[in-house]
């Protein structure tokens, strides 16, 4: 063959093996993931039908793959088509008998229709092949309260348990059951039950009790249960017990509970320190200083004596503070302090003296100082201040509370009208390390009170303003208030520095000179309505603080007919308290109240007057 013909049979060759692949089909090709992704995407836009198509589609081709039987049922559920889903999950379960979630979606499908006997007895068919897991039980009872049935859950729940006998398993879903359907003694039980079993499951079942122990009767039902001789020999359902007491407000059962649990635990005061501590944090000092005093008494050499005995102290001035605090003082504006409440601070003070002199270079030494600097400011004393938060800065500058001392340091300082030297301590405390947020709001509060009254307006804004969209803590009603007279004043500067005059002197206790320059802006048309509106709250707070009342009443009554005061909810309440503590005058209170509600449905004071009505109704009745 020449060379010629061998080159056009190759040719000829290659043509043919060439044409002839273009007809061999491909084999082994699977589109199966594109068409589910497509099935998928139409089944999120809702159209469950084009989804049903495609699923079934590919569910005919492969029966036994699970994704396929899931997204299936998943379409039918969705189109209502039960009986459908139940056949395709039926033949699921014979072919893949071993699948929890198949069974369980299966129950859940029998359900929808209507059986739930079959869902039943599906769920148990299941558990027999072995009872002694816990798992298909929680998998099944899940299943049921997606479905809403709480019996239906609470019952395979309990199934488990007894054919478990694990109470660790089961307690926490069982308890959780109980208290969400109101069956708070069976809750109860079951919390006390894996207290026993499980002592280190401690705070995760009283973080459970607590959460739902003051609905009603749960309280009582569970106290029922803690209480029972059954469970008085396990240390945490005591413990338990004593918290529900205390939450119950029967906090003399609680504190007897937990001298017996000390007593038998030889727990030398720990859990009654924590109790003591419980109360303080709730302000309830009276019984907190009870509970120390008894440490105090019970455990003289005790290595925490020092803590307990500040504690005490605390307790005992956080009880003289809640006493002139007490509704028919606290209402007063600018109150003063009566001499039998500086007399009970002095005792006080005394106390945070020895602690001092006993334990000088301790942090509790520094944390009386702190206090005792506190407690002068509030009897006025402000030189008697000053000398223990000079200390405190001076000698513990590492001491974390010293933040304190600077800010109290300052408030001095500002009351004694020494506006530089405060900024300096001020802008000092704000360069300390690991400052916190609700601390820095305070003192830039402060920072911004100074600029305000020495004229520097936009920088007081400026402080504010960080302030208000922080929003963390009682400073941010303060700055929202003083920066709404800058903002709203701003423009007539001259005004605004007259009115911060008298604001200063409102600070520094110069009562009679700022009332002068407030009864100035008060009847002077010039100045903008945002202050005279302001200085008119202010002249009413200064008269009803003075014991004014006839007088206050007169000028509240004035400007509530003669002007629109943008305050006016603010005064007419004020207006409510003074007939109410202060001319001691119910049905005239009750007068004001009514006319109020009538008139500042939506005021910020209108939940609090509804409740002031209804106690001095029941009270006149």
Known sequence: MNSAISQRFFLLLL????????????????????????????????????????????????????????????VYTQLKEHGKAASVLEKAVRQIPG?????????????????????????????????????????????????????????????????????KAFAFDLGYLYSITMQFEQAAEEYASLLIAAPEQYFAVQS??????????????????????????????????????????????????????????????????????RLFNDKLYELSADVFSFLLESY???????????????????????SSEAPENKWIPYPKLSDEVKSKYQTVAGLYNEIIKTYPYSEIAVEARIR?????????????????????????????????????????QIKKGELEEAEKTLLTAKT????PPTELSSLNFHLAQIRFYQGDFPA?????????????????????????????????????????GAERLLAEGKSGDAEQIFTQIHLNQKYPFLLRHTAQ??????????????????????????????????????????????MKDTSGAVSVYEDFLSKFPKSIFTEEVREKLVRLRNKSS
């Open 99 to 167: 699948d929890m979630n198949l069974y369980s979606l299966l129950g859940k499908t029998y359900y929808t229709m209507g059986r739930e006997q079959s869902a039943d007895s599906l769920w148990r068919s299941y558990i027999s092949v072995n009872p002694a897991d816990p798992v298909s039980y929680k998998v099944f009872s899940n299943t049921a309260l997606e479905l809403r049935d709480f019996e239906f859950a609470l019952r395979i729940l309990r199934l488990g348990k007894e054919n478990t006998g694990n109470i």
């Open 460 to 500: 007081a804004s400026e402080l504010l303003a960080q302030i208000s969209k922080s929003g963390i803590d009682n400073k941010t009603n303060d700055a929202l208030e003083l920066a709404m007279v800058i903002n709203g004043a701003m423009k007539d500067s001259l005004s605004l520095v007259v009115f911060a």
């Open 372 to 412: 005792l600097g506190a407690l002068y400011f509030e009897m006025g004393m402000f030189d008697e201040s000053l000398k223990y938060y000079a200390v405190v800065i001076k000698d513990f500058p590492l001491y974390p509370g010293t933040r304190a001392a600077y800010r109290g340091k300052a408030e001095v």
């Open 300 to 322: 003289p050499n005790a290595p925490q004596m020092p803590q307990w005995r500040i504690s005490y102290v605390r307790s005992l001035e956080g009880a003289v503070f809640i």
């Open 15 to 74: 043509l043919l093996i060439v044409s002839g692949a273009g007809r061999i089909p491909a084999q082994g090709y699977d589109d199966s993931g594109n068409r589910f992704m497509l099935a998928q995407s139409y089944e999120q836009a809702g159209d469950f039908e084009r989804a049903k198509t495609i699923y079934e589609e590919l569910y005919q081709k492969q029966p036994l793959n699970q994704q396929f039987i899931t997204a299936l049922q998943r």
């Open 537 to 582: 709250v202010r002249l009413a707070h200064l008269a009803v603080s003075a014991g004014k009342y006839p007088e206050a009443a007169a000028f509240i009554d004035s400007v509530l007919r003669t002007e629109k005061n943008i305050f006016a909810d603010k005064l007419m309440y004020l207006f409510g308290n003074m007939y109410e503590y202060g």
């Open 208 to 277: 459970r009790v607590l959460s739902y122990i003051r609905k009603p009767d749960a309280s009582e039902a569970t106290i029922r249960v803690l209480s029972k001789p059954l469970y008085s020999d396990g240390r945490e359902v005591m413990r338990l017990l004593a918290e529900v007491y205390t939450e119950a407000g029967e906090t003399d059962r609680a504190l007897a509970l937990y001298k017996d649990l000390d007593k038998k635990q030889n727990r030398g005061g720990e859990d009654i320190y924590s109790f003591g501590i």
């Open 432 to 435: 300390q390390q690991g400052v």
